[in-house]
Each structure stands twice: as structure tokens, then as C-alpha cells.
């Protein structure tokens, strides 16, 4: 298993949130077990995962969501784990490394189970996704389904639509627009779209979405396929003209929260990287570490060093064992000169995570190696080293 967009997430919000129905040690349990299947996946073994997802729910969902060709609806009965992983595998951001797993929240209820689980690559990127599960006894449970926060939308309702851009008829291409009274030629026209997505021929795709009527460019579908096609494309004006669309026709809408933050990073937009990474939070129902070590470097660059310190001390109260928390209250206090408070952040990085913090890894960093000439660091180095 192996773009973000740098990224991540207080109670982990079940929609309207019933009172948990299980006992501590059941609760326990279920955790468990779908630690177990996360963990499978972190060593490259989707075995558990497989075993864990209702397969046959799964593949009635997908179905039963758009009018999706015969042929189509036989492929997918015939081999859905194979479709399941590859669908799995593609709703990550490219990684130089693997990308692993950390279940950040876990509730039960009566006959269902949620499960945040956030998900790290390469460069402290992050992506989420609330796994949706049904219980079945005191330990067992089934996957049916998860919300994908890289890919802004549901598992099965992303793939039925993915094969319906392989095979776009014209009752399932209907299926996928808000107005069903489209022409025609309208129709037609979707549907060539969607053979391009399928393609992924851009230069087809943005001929036919520039060709096209305005009201037919607003349908929601359209604006999602044109973000997607402009950021795979790297195409720099229309992505900003994507996002703008997106802004426009999904208001605060925490699903495209982590792909906005990445475009003001890269834009260097840092005012409004922190407004939306609440927004995420809101979506997720949970302050994680990683959220707030990334508050910590947009407050970095827009110079608000105080700000920065909050975050950084928050992202350690809320996930003290997470590395990047520490690593962002050290880079906060170093920024604000604080360099006693610097120490102790350095100190939670030796003795938690085994980092050895002397003079020649410091220098190795020019943000860091600001400390090695301060006397606050040379005596807490020297106290360190004589035990």
C-alpha cells in the first residue's frame, strides 16, 4: 500500500451522536479487531481487510446506486476484492513511502461502529477516513462502507460512479446529474466527459468542458470531475478556477477541506489554511495532532508566533504521542526565541521517540540550527550528555 496536501483531526462525531450501547471491555474488543485490520494493511497484508468487508453488501450498494452496465454489474460480483484493493489503493495520495494507518477515534453503539482512521505519507501528508461498521456479537463486525476525505466522497459511491464513467449509458449518465430533465445532446455530451475521465484524456475533457452550456458547467458532478482533472493535469490557472468552483458550490463542506488547505499552502493563501483545517476538524468530530501541527506552520508564516505556541501545546495535549506534535511545539518555540521551551520539547523528542539531538543533527537543519549558539541549548545539552 503505498498529493496532498499536508494535513489531519475532540469526540469523533456519529452524525447525530447516540450514547454508546457498549460496555467498556466490548468497546475494547471491536477496537481490537479493527486495530488489527489497520495494522494488517500498515504491513502491506490486505487479508483482514478483505475478510472484515461485507462483500456481498458492498458490491449490492454499488449496484444499486446508478443503472450500471450488465457487463459491469458481472465484473463486479465476479472478483470484488480485486476491484475493492485497487479502488482501496487509489484513494491515496502518491507517497515516496508507505503510507500507514493510526486509528485516531473508535465508537460503539448497539449495532454499529464508527472508526476514524487517519492516514500518513510521505512529507507529514495526511488523509482520513470514517470506516462505517456493523456489529455482529460481542467482537465481530463488517466493514460496509467509509468515507474517504483524499477523494471527498463515500467508497461505494465513488467506485459505482467510476464504472459508470468505464460504461456511461445514457439512463446511469441521467442518474449522475441534479437535472433530470436534461436534452438530449446534453446527455451525450456527459457521457463523452465521462469517457475522458475514464481516459484520463485531459485535452478531451477540458475541450468539452470549455465547449459547454454555463448551466450544464454547474451541475455538481461537473465540478467535481473538473477539480479533479485540473489537479491531475497540474494545471496551475485552471486548478485555481476549479477551487473557486468548488468553494462556490460546496460552501464549508469538510470533504474537499484537506485538498483546499493543500492549494493555499501551495498558493502561499496561509490566512486561510487555519480557518479551514477548522473546518475539517468540524467535519471529523476530532482535534487531532496533525490538524494542529499544521495551524502551527500556517500561524509560522503568517508570523504569529503566540498562535503557533497554542496550537503546538494543544497538538501535544491531544495526541502526546504523536511525533510531529512535539517536533511542531519545537519549531514554534524556536521561531518565538524561546529557547527553554525549546529544550523541553527536545527533551520529549529523546526520551519518547529516540531522537539524539546534538549540535550536528541540528546544523543539519536551518531552521533549527538557530539553537546550537544559545547558551539555554549548550547547557541543557551538556546536563543531558553527563546523565
Known amino acids: 500500500m503505498n498529493r496532498l496536501l499536508v494535513l489531519a483531526a475532540a469526540v469523533l462525531v456519529m452524525l447525530i451522536v447516540p450514547q454508546p450501547a457498549h460496555a467498556q471491555s466490548e468497546n475494547d474488543a471491536l477496537r481490537a479487531g479493527f486495530q488489527a485490520v489497520i495494522d494488517g494493511l500498515n504491513d502491506n497484508s490486505f487479508k483482514l481487510f478483505h475478510e472484515s468487508i461485507d462483500q456481498r453488501a458492498m458490491v449490492s450498494r454499488i449496484i444499486g446506486t446508478y443503472a450500471i452496465s450488465e457487463d459491469i454489474r458481472d465484473q463486479l460480483g465476479d472478483n470484488p476484492r480485486e476491484w475493492i484493493e485497487s479502488s482501496f489503493k487509489s484513494s491515496f495520495p502518491p507517497s515516496k513511502d508507505e503510507i500507514l494507518g493510526t486509528v485516531v477515534a473508535f465508537e460503539a453503539y448497539e449495532e454499529t461502529a464508527r472508526a476514524l482512521v487517519r492516514w500518513e505519507s510521505s512529507g507529514y501528508r495526511f488523509s482520513y477516513h470514517i470506516y462505517e461498521l456493523e456489529i455482529h456479537g460481542k467482537d465481530k463486525f463488517r466493514i460496509v462502507d467509509w468515507i474517504d476525505y483524499y477523494k471527498a466522497g463515500r467508497f461505494s459511491e465513488l467506485v459505482a460512479q467510476s464504472f459508470v464513467y468505464t460504461m456511461p449509458t445514457p ?23 465521462f469517457k475522458a475521465v475514464r481516459d484520463k484524456r485531459h485535452d478531451r475533457f477540458f475541450g468539452i468542458y470549455d465547449a459547454m452550456d454555463e448551466s450544464l458547467r454547474g451541475e455538481k458532478i461537473v465540478t467535481r470531475l473538473n477539480l479533479d482533472m485540473a489537479m491531475s493535469w497540474n494545471d496551475a490557472g485552471r486548478t485555481g478556477r476549479a477551487f473557486q468552483a468548488i468553494v462556490a458550490t460546496y460552501p464549508q463542506e469538510p470533504l474537499y477541506s ?7 499552502i501551495a498558493t502561499r493563501q496561509f490566512e486561510k489554511v487555519i480557518p479551514e483545517l477548522e473546518t475539517l476538524q468540524t467535519g471529523l468530530g476530532v482535534t487531532d495532532g496533525a490538524t494542529e501541527s499544521l495551524k502551527v506552520s500556517a500561524a509560522m508564516a503568517l508570523g504569529d508566533f503566540e498562535r503557533a505556541e497554542q496550537f503546538a501545546l494543544n497538538a501535544t495535549k491531544v495526541e502526546p504521542d504523536l511525533e510531529l506534535s512535539w517536533w511542531s511545539l519545537l519549531r514554534a518555540r524556536t ?32 531552521f533549527l540550527k538557530a539553537l546550537i549558539d544559545q547558551q539555554e541549548y549548550k547547557d541543557w545539552r551538556a546536563a543531558r550528555d553527563a546523565g
Open 335 to 366: 521561531a518565538a526565541r524561546d529557547w527553554s521551551g525549546a529544550t523541553e520539547a527536545m527533551a520529549e523528542l529523546e526520551d519518547r521517540f529516540g531522537h539524539l539531538l546534538i549540535p550536528q543533527k541540528l546544523r543539519r537543519d536551518r
Open 258 to 264: 484537506l485538498q483546499l488547505v493543500g492549494f493555499h
Open 171 to 193: 439512463e446511469a449518465t441521467l442518474q449522475l446529474l441534479e437535472d433530470k430533465n436534461r436534452s438530449e445532446g446534453e446527455v451525450f455530451q456527459m457521457g463523452e466527459m
